[in-house]
């Protein structure tokens, strides 16, 4: 159960770092829980495990991680686009 419970606030930080970015409406369910899951891992690494926690996880540093992922997987899907 504790599996679940990660992967759902990894998808809920993943939402809101793309709410935050502006590219939430195209990022799918499965991309979300990625940048979240990562972002977490990133944003912890960078900035400790500070503030309110869910699922073992710090929720500032989790959506700051997740917006930085966001934003460098945006720009370059985007740039390949063109």
Do not use: C, D, H
């Given at each position: 159960m504790?599996?679940?419970?990660?992967?759902?606030?990894?998808?809920?930080?993943?939402?809101?770092?793309?709410?935050?970015?502006?590219?939430?409406?195209?990022?799918g369910w499965?991309?979300?829980?990625?940048?979240g899951?990562?972002?977490?891992?990133?944003?912890?690494?960078?900035?400790?495990s500070?503030?309110?926690?869910?699922a073992?996880?710090?929720?500032?540093?989790?959506?700051?991680g997740?917006?930085?992922?966001v934003?460098?997987v945006s720009?370059f899907?985007g740039?390949?686009?063109?």
């Amino acid at each position: 159960m504790g599996w679940l419970w990660t992967i759902l606030i990894g998808a809920l930080i993943g939402v809101i770092a793309g709410a935050i970015t502006n590219r939430g409406g195209s990022m799918g369910w499965i991309a979300n829980i990625l940048a979240g899951l990562i972002g977490s891992s990133i944003g912890q690494a960078l900035l400790g495990s500070w503030g309110p926690q869910l699922a073992g996880m710090a929720l500032i540093p989790s959506i700051i991680g997740a917006v930085i992922v966001v934003a460098v997987v945006s720009f370059f899907v985007g740039r390949s686009k063109a």
